[in-house]
């Protein structure tokens, strides 16, 4: 399977309620605008070798929380930057981590995903496989988190690196952290239960929101690193 990915895919700035974005597959390789997926490790190293680009061993896995399992998203962020956006996607299971929203909302409008600490249990994610150059470049892309090691099951490795929201994550106060939704079913529930997020989430200042999880205890502390 194969289908052409372009910069003007999943625009999250332009359609912020889409986030975040269709993640690939699975398995496979982003290359020239197109994404194939591979049928195992072996066969996405045959395919790094015949376009003579540097193998699986010389590259940084990543787990990729939110948009960044997204080709057109992973493509746009290197392409604005002028670095070659020619990414391996791997699949991985990590041990203690799940997916909520981090307490912050994006300057493009929407809420973003990111990781948190969970006891006994090992969720499977989309891995992002950058080199060097690519790796800085996503760094940049990625203020509002720092990036961590932690223990990962891939072929070869058994550590990958994680961005970690600075923001913290939503949690109502005394509740759950709240699991990953659609930016619809969230802002919903947040309109409902969390007092002054309907009238902050319409303010242009990206920190207001922000500002309004900690005022309110809908921020906490990711338990990660």
């Not at 499977?124 to 988190?145: H, K, R, W």
Request: with cysteine; hydrophobic share 40%; charged share 20%.
């Amino acid at each position: 399977m194969s289908y052409d990915v372009s910069v003007t895919d999943d625009n999250l700035s332009a359609r912020p309620q889409e986030y975040p974005g269709r993640p690939v597959p699975g398995l496979g390789l982003l290359h020239e605008g197109r994404f194939s997926t591979a049928i195992d490790v072996d066969d996405l190293s045959a395919d790094l070798r015949r376009h003579r680009l540097a193998d699986l061993a010389g590259r940084t896995a990543v787990l990729a929380i939110g948009s960044n399992a997204c080709a057109a998203v992973v493509l746009r962020k290197l392409a604005s930057v002028g670095v070659d956006a020619t990414v391996p996607f791997l699949s991985g299971s990590a041990p203690g981590i799940s997916v909520g929203h981090s307490a912050h909302r994006s300057v493009a409008g929407f809420i973003p995903a990111a990781p948190y600490a969970t006891v006994s249990t090992r969720n499977t994610f989309i891995v992002n496989m950058f080199n060097g150059d690519q790796l800085a470049a996503i760094d940049v892309t990625e203020p509002n988190y720092r990036r961590i090691t932690v223990e990962c099951d891939l072929p070869g490795r058994g550590s990958a690196e994680l961005y970690v929201s600075r923001w913290g994550v939503i949690a109502p106060p005394e509740g759950p952290v709240l699991s990953l939704m659609s930016q619809t079913a969230l802002f919903r529930r947040l309109s409902e239960q969390c007092q002054g997020f309907r009238e902050a989430q319409v303010d242009i200042k990206p920190r207001t929101v922000a500002d309004l999880f900690i005022e309110r205890g809908w921020a906490r502390d990711p338990g990660l690193g």
